[in-house]
């Protein structure tokens, strides 16, 4: 047993003996709603115009002329310059960050790293204009 698994198996138990199966039921309910306090920040990486505003939008349910509301702002070339934050409108622990498309000249493959370095996610997207479903998540340690 990991140590993970060791300590929410001493928690559960714990839980069980003061309160019985309803406390034992409480802990696991709340244990599996932890994951809504966490903070979350997710880059969302891609070449210049694949669409990585328009994901963003999409996430947050915003179209592009909703500039009002805080809508990331489209485009087909170089339209993000910088790392820009969109908080998500229900849940204010995720943040999203529109990252300028990598691979051009103002931000080439090769120096693109100290970009993402200089950022604090927690992980990031890769966001693909000509595979659609393929979204790859890596997480970064802080």
């Known amino acids: 047993m990991s140590s993970i698994s060791a300590a929410l198996g001493k928690q559960m138990e714990k839980a069980f003996k003061a309160n019985g199966m309803d406390g034992c039921l409480d802990f696991i309910r709340s244990s599996l709603d932890s994951w809504q306090d966490m903070n979350m920040t997710i880059g969302v990486i ?5 669409g990585k505003s ?5 996430i ?3 179209n592009a ?13 170089e339209t993000t310059t910088h790392p820009t934050e969109y908080p998500h409108p229900q849940n204010k622990q995720l943040v999203l960050v529109d990252l300028p498309g990598v ?9 693109y790293w100290m970009l993402l370095k200089s ?24």
């Open 46 to 50: 891609g070449g210049s115009g694949c």
């Open 54 to 58: 328009s994901l963003i939008n999409a």
């Open 60 to 62: 947050r349910d915003l």
């Open 65 to 77: 002329d909703e500039k009002e509301k805080g809508a990331a702002e489209v485009g087909s070339n």
């Open 103 to 111: 691979g051009t000249p103002k931000f080439p493959q090769n120096s």
């Open 119 to 142: 950022i604090n996610m927690t992980s990031f997207c890769w966001w693909h204009k000509r595979d659609f479903i393929r979204v790859t998540v890596g997480w970064q340690k802080n």
